[in-house]
């Protein structure tokens, strides 16, 4: 029996400034690049449900759960990372003039660079509201695993 990938991260519900579509995201976590290498994370857009693989099982499973047509991955898009006037002033009015850039993501539907962070939850709540997770059988997400 070959062992399963242990895995960890959360769910981003993002809304599309463009088409008001709302739908969830899952965001790998890792403390290196190296543990979240080669992960897929897909929404299908109808039901809102989340497919996560490897990306190497990503066909074979989307062919087994079906509607593969539906199924979009929501990108990184960009984010604002406009310049301070604070430039040439003190340390102090740098922090209080400073803006957190805005992260944008490409729309599942309407595949625009508009979609932004609308709120966070950890998928164990993302599945008690009744949503699907498809998991890859080479994966094991640690909220699932043993202790």
Same mark, same amino acid.
């Given at each position: ?45 109808? /039901?809102?449900? +989340? ?10 499973? %989307?062919?087994?759960?079906? @509607? ?45 660079? /508009?979609?932004? +962070? ?10 008690? %509201?009744?949503?699907?997770? @498809? ?13």
């Amino acid at each position: 029996m070959s062992t399963q990938r242990r895995i960890s991260g959360f769910v981003k519900w993002l809304r599309c400034k463009a088409c008001d579509a709302e739908f969830p995201v899952f965001v790998f976590s890792g403390d290196t690049d190296m543990e979240t290498q080669g992960l897929r994370s897909l929404t299908d857009y109808k /039901t809102c449900a +989340l497919v996560i693989a490897e990306s190497d099982n990503l066909n074979q499973l %989307l062919e087994q759960i079906g @509607h593969v047509n539906n199924w979009k991955e929501a990108l990184f898009a960009t984010s604002n990372r406009e310049g301070s006037s604070a430039i040439g002033s003190s340390f102090i009015h740098f922090l209080n003039e400073r803006r957190r850039p805005e992260v944008y993501y490409r729309c599942v539907v309407c595949n625009e660079p /508009t979609a932004t +962070l609308a709120k966070e939850m950890p998928l164990t709540q993302f599945r008690s %509201l009744g949503f699907k997770v @498809h998991l890859d059988d080479s994966l094991i997400l640690d909220a699932d695993a043993p202790t």
